[in-house]
Nanobody
């Protein structure tokens, strides 16, 4: 499975961006994948931002983005989205999409080691 992320850019504080991540490849069922967004800010560790389970579509979020970010998936388009509103300078990071065939649940989706497929990253810069 190959993942291609896009949608990053420069935005002022309070602004919005929508990230997309398209999956491609042979012989895979996108609806059977667990998917998530992670981010890495300069000088910081990679952190979980949002994830969606494969069957029930349960969503989990990093506490600091709850109420501002919304993750969604379109299985017909093999695409994961991250709608980001009220962006703040602390949201500045490279955002990575990830997918897993092991179908992580609510207790494991926040762990980056649960994901075997990663996009190349898209940079989000929020100015104050």
């Amino acid at each position: 499975v190959q993942l291609q992320a896009s949608g990053g850019g420069l935005v002022q504080a309070g602004g919005s961006l929508t990230l997309s991540c398209v999956a491609s490849g042979r012989n895979f069922d996108y609806s059977g994948l667990g998917v998530a967004w992670f981010r890495r800010a300069p000088g910081k560790e990679r952190e979980f931002v949002a994830g969606i389970t494969w069957r029930s579509g349960i969503k989990e979020y990093l506490d600091s983005v709850k109420g501002r970010f919304t993750a969604s998936r379109d299985n017909a388009k093999n695409t994961l989205y991250l709608q980001m509103n009220d962006l703040q300078p602390d949201d500045t990071a490279t955002y990575y999409c990830a997918a897993s065939t092991t179908r992580p649940g609510r207790s494991t989706m926040r762990n980056w080691t649960a994901y075997g497929f990663w996009g190349q990253g898209t940079l989000v810069t929020v100015s104050s």
